[in-house]
């Protein structure tokens, strides 16, 4: 079967790599002063990758990561993928900053594309903010900002894959969700119909809308004063990012069971992180307004504290 | 079915409530300042526990728990442990201590029953150790008091529960074990027949085991000094420690899937964990001495470093 649409694996992964180069250099400029270090790696079988992390001063611990896999699709991918093995393409970009000041967000964004012998395709993504204390002015930008995306997809797009990210970055144990949720979406082409351009171009854009967002929610809040009961708060949500990404998260889960590069992997996990047993908000605080708001189904195109 | 050899459930659990007492009397001994906290915890649909946690001054975060859970099997927990639904009962005590020194290892300790229906019954546990810095001296003194203890139930017991060990507590996506290990078994009367008798005796010894080899590890190490470094491999071995018990740790899934208590399972989360994307340790140096050594199949009985 042609490649529907003329777009092409190559001009793909080309792009993600562009995308990358173009997201480290903004996070430089915004953290002014740290610089991203890169490690090469090379998987057996096929493909590599690009890490990029940066230990900066106002991003504590951030990675940015290019990838480019392909070969022989390993048994236990084509299982867990639920499709017939062969040859396969797996690429993408893949972001989590966590910054120093606690009024700034955790970030992450992905875009990725799979292919299987020319002919299965299909793209996933999505971007999701973990604030440590959500700012409704921020919560409202971000999602608005993310339906105006959307809505060059389809009408529905947005209320679709926001709701996506609700159930995916949900923590059953905690009942709670990772943090303002976001847009989330998988296997667009494949088990969702499209068409390739289309969806293409919407994740070009997904990709392209990383830096604005975060941008703005940085230079809105990275020299907020903060305080000691804020840092060990933010210690507290960083325990709670850990335990879904090591629990809940299909991604890291299927990074890690199909041989993944560990390291590229786990990059994730925040640099400290807290846990206390039973810990209890002070009622009324802005800890526990933000705790409470940590729910599905928020509405937070419009979202104002009552 | 009669219970056999004259052990009755009630005998087991009341015994348990003991071994949890006297553990915690112990345990506020060697910490001198640090007292338990208690919370009764009420399980719907039958049972509960006694949750004890400590912050003291050298046990910077402690749990010994006890619980004990019956009534009408959910379905998720018998296909979890391949057997028919029925009228369960499952109790144990369980332990995890995160020191606040460095040279002071963390320990792991749990001895639980579980029966069907007054018929399917058994026994598992076991204790572990994870050094920060590991220390040869005293990893052969805590693998020759579990030898000692397995001697007594048949000769090969510490081969294979030290074999058992080894292949439960490693992380595959480090390509390391959690620590040096110790014993670990299940099911033993169930899929690995046995007297109920003798192993609920060997249960007991494991049980009665904790404390004189805690406190021989603790004093031996709590009072020495130590480095920034030092703390710094801490949190780094405890983020390893992390990610074991909530990637791999079948118990912690276990209990999550099924909707234990969150704050009792996760108590065994440490205060601080670190995460550093590549950290590598400095030729060498204790910490690559100790990192080297969290390998399988290492026989701790005589163990000295070349």
Redesign the interface.
């Known amino acids: 079967m042609p490649d529907q649409n003329q777009i092409g694996k190559s001009e793909i992964v080309e792009w993600f790599k562009d995308l990358q180069d173009s997201i480290c250099v903004s996070l430089e400029g915004l953290d002014e002063s740290g610089r991203f270090h890169e490690?090469k790696w090379n998987r057996d079988g096929g493909g590599g990758g690009r890490?990029r992390?940066i230990k900066g001063q106002h991003i504590e611990?951030g990675?940015v990561n290019f990838s480019e896999v392909y070969g022989e699709m390993p048994e236990i991918m084509a299982k867990k993928l639920d499709i017939p093995s062969g040859q396969f393409l797996a690429s993408g970009v893949s972001i989590v900053l966590h910054p120093k000041n606690p009024w700034v967000p955790i970030i992450h964004m992905n875009v990725r594309y799979f292919e299987v012998n020319d002919s299965v395709w299909w793209f996933g993504g999505g971007i999701d903010v973990t604030p440590h204390y959500i700012i409704d002015s921020d919560a409202r930008f971000f999602h608005n900002y993310l339906k105006q995306v959307c809505d060059q997809l389809s009408e529905n797009a947005y209320a679709e894959y926001k709701k996506w990210a609700d159930d995916y970055f949900f923590i059953?144990?905690?009942n709670e969700t990772r943090g303002i949720g976001g847009i989330f979406f998988d296997r667009l082409g494949d088990r969702i119909s499209k068409d390739k351009k289309e969806v293409w171009n919407f994740v070009k854009e997904v990709g392209l809308a990383f830096v604005p967002i975060y941008s703005h929610l940085f230079e809105n809040n990275f020299t907020r004063q903060y305080t000691q009961t804020n840092e060990k708060w933010q210690?507290v949500r960083r325990?709670r990012y850990?335990?879904f990404n090591?629990?809940n998260d299909r991604g890291t889960?299927f990074g890690?069971e199909t041989n993944g590069r560990?390291?590229s992997?786990?990059?994730s996990?925040?640099?400290?992180?807290?846990?206390?047993?039973?810990y209890e908000v002070i009622k009324n605080s802005l800890e526990y307004r933000t705790q409470n708001k940590l729910r599905k189904d928020v509405n937070w195109l419009t979202y104002k504290e009552a």
Chains 1, 2 share one sequence.
């Open positions: 490690d890490t992390v611990k990675g059953p144990h905690r210690r325990g850990v335990e090591l629990v889960k890690l560990t390291e992997i786990l990059m996990l925040p640099p400290e992180a807290h846990w206390e047993y039973n």
